[in-house]
């Protein structure tokens, strides 16, 4: 008797587009779910704009301030931990948020414990009481709040809609009433002129205060802290854990079209072609990439209705921003890790934006950063122009560079009264630009976080990962869910893994990291 082996089916293959944090989630998941990957990114390492960069022995973080789900006690924790070894990650809990100042000797610290913060307002603004206490009030009830390890809409069954409706229930008032109302506007209840600029300036002033009611919930609950090492060693990370399960990056592979065929009467994407030409060939193809490249250039615009279109003319994005960063050779041991502060003279940015104010991270909690006995310095400016500094990269490189040594040097200068004589410590300094954000994320409108949480955007308003008229495609990231930030974009990661795995005929799995 001859016995034969039955002949193995050949896991099915799918290109994902972009190496960021959704798109490297995407691809460990289908990885853990048997399918065959590959991961095609523009830039030369991971991260997208979870990453570090480095400058004379300074290596300058550019995106993570907290991670939620940095500790368990959330489902945030439980998908991190299915990617990371999270218990060899040494997390570092701020005691301040921010350190909010006016430059004439008043002060506001923004502590993450809820107490601490109570008192701090109470004593600092008195007279703004019943504002304190609305806030107050929410993040102690949003304490309470465990956000589970959940899947897509679309695969919510009824079971799932109910479950959901008894777990968020007793919140969904809070809910909708905090997030009908922006940051601004909460702000501008406050009669106390610091405690109105500090609310007003925790984030971008058009986003839903319940956003800010959250993450100092978060906070106080110690489940959303720093990762020692900075953004692109957690990047990195990931990348570890995709290519042990398999995967396959190809670095400095811009994609300029996403292939289509019609079969059985139906539209759908096989493949794409890069920059350079080279045809790939896919199953299915997952864009974690810029939603805006995705949808009118690798896609041409054919795929959008007219929801979509609308929310790409009318709805506000995360600005793009400046990046200023210091390597000065003192230890800056008494300051906050977060400050806020007057500028003793305004700089003016770029034409129309002139600022006043600076945000300024103090490095010091993380010494992989910066040589020892020194410190890194980081501010992140918000910039109302992408396409002046874009233009003027491209057409007046020498004034482009002008132009960036001038706000390095005025920049410096007008913090000096507030934090010494940088100009005398200064070993390195560095200037990101919008168009250094485009250049290196391809971000539309160099945004940051993709759509803004707005009120009228909505809190639960998750844009579809599929297109109409498009079979085997799907999109992840921060163009598909308003807030934007890493728990977005590995959830997003996640969630097109589950729906790929039910159209696939396959029952999801994962598994914790250690297990």
């Not at 913060?117 to 019943?130: G, S």
């Not at 199953?283 to 250039?297: Q, R």
Request: charged fraction near 25%; hydrophobic fraction near 40%.
């Amino acid at each position: 008797m001859i016995i034969t082996q039955k002949p193995r089916k050949m896991a099915e293959k799918i290109i994902i587009i972009g190496a960021g944090i959704s798109g490297m989630s995407a691809g460990c998941y289908l990885q853990m779910n048997g399918f065959d990957t590959e991961i095609f990114e523009l830039h030369n390492q991971p991260g997208g704009l979870c990453t570090t960069w480095d400058r004379k022995g300074y290596h300058i973080d550019g995106c993570i301030h907290w991670l939620v789900g940095s500790r368990p006690g959330s489902g945030l924790y439980d998908a991190w931990n299915e990617l990371i070894d999270m218990e060899k990650l040494e997390i570092y809990d701020h005691d301040v948020f921010y350190r909010f100042e006016d430059g004439n000797g008043n002060y506001i610290n923004f502590y993450n414990n809820i107490d601490k913060l109570e008192t701090e307002l109470l004593e600092k603004a008195p007279e703004d009481k019943a504002v304190i206490m609305d806030y107050i009030g929410a993040a102690r009830r949003f304490s309470k709040l465990k956000m589970p390890l959940g899947k897509p809409r679309e695969l919510f069954t009824l079971a799932d809609g109910i479950s959901a409706l008894i777990h968020f229930g007793p919140f969904m008032p809070l809910l909708k009433k905090w997030s009908k109302v922006s940051i601004a506007s909460f702000a501008g209840r406050c009669k106390n002129p610091l405690l109105k600029k500090t609310l007003g300036n925790l984030f971008v002033p058009e986003m839903s205060v319940v956003f800010v009611m959250i993450t100092t919930a978060w906070m106080h609950n110690k489940i959303a802290g720093y990762p020692i090492g900075g953004s692109l060693h957690f990047s990195r990370l990931m990348e570890k854990k995709y290519i042990e399960l398999g995967g396959k990056i190809h670095y400095n592979s811009r994609i300029s079209k996403i292939l289509t065929r019609k079969s059985d009467g139906k539209k759908m994407a096989h493949g794409v072609i890069t920059d350079r030409a080279e045809t790939h060939y896919a199953d299915y193809v997952v864009s974690a990439a810029d939603g805006h490249n995705t949808l009118f250039e690798m896609l041409e615009g054919q795929y959008t209705d007219i929801k979509t279109r609308q929310l790409y003319e009318n709805e506000l994005t995360f600005p793009s921003f400046f990046q200023l960063s210091l390597g000065i050779n003192r230890v800056l041991e008494t300051e906050a890790s977060s400050l806020i502060f007057p500028l003793s003279t305004p700089v003016e940015l770029e034409p129309g934006n002139i600022i006043r104010d600076i945000s300024v991270r103090v490095h010091s909690f993380d010494p992989t950063l910066a040589p020892t006995g020194k410190t890194l310095l980081t501010a992140m400016i918000t910039s109302s122009n992408e396409a002046y500094w874009s233009d003027l990269r491209m057409n007046d490189f020498r004034k482009y560079k002008a132009e960036k040594e001038r706000i390095i040097r005025e920049l410096t200068e007008a913090m000096e009264v507030r934090l010494g004589p940088l100009s005398l410590h200064l070993e390195m300094s560095d200037l990101s630009t919008p168009a250094t954000v485009v250049r290196y994320t391809n971000n539309w409108r160099g945004s940051f976080e993709g759509w803004i949480m707005t009120p009228k955007l909505g809190l639960f308003n998750q844009l579809p990962m599929t297109l109409p008229g498009l079979e085997k495609f799907y999109m992840a990231g921060q163009w598909t869910a308003p807030g934007g930030g890493l728990p977005t974009a590995l959830m997003c990661g996640r969630g097109v893994s589950q729906l790929i795995c039910r159209k696939s005929g396959k029952k999801f799995k994962s598994r914790p990291f250690n297990a």
